[in-house]
């Protein structure tokens, strides 16, 4: 018997229609968000990778 999820998370909205300027604001926002978290990421990987080179 397959295992069922601990959680699911959904994110249904009605058919929404918004105007191009709050489009844009939107999905610079969600790009501004992205681009922190690649941040955060190398950031991690550079720290781990110096940690492996000082082993």
């Known amino acids: 018997m397959p295992e069922q999820p601990s ?3 959904t994110n249904a909205r009605v058919n ?7 489009l844009v ?8 968000r992205m681009e ?3 941040k955060s990421l190398n950031t991690t990987i550079l720290k ?3 940690l492996q080179i000082e082993q």
């Open 7 to 9: 959680f699911v998370t």
């Open 25 to 32: 604001k939107q999905l610079q926002k969600e790009l501004a």
């Open 48 to 50: 781990e990778r110096e």
């Open 16 to 22: 929404v229609v918004m105007s191009d300027k709050v």
């Open 36 to 38: 922190n978290e690649l």
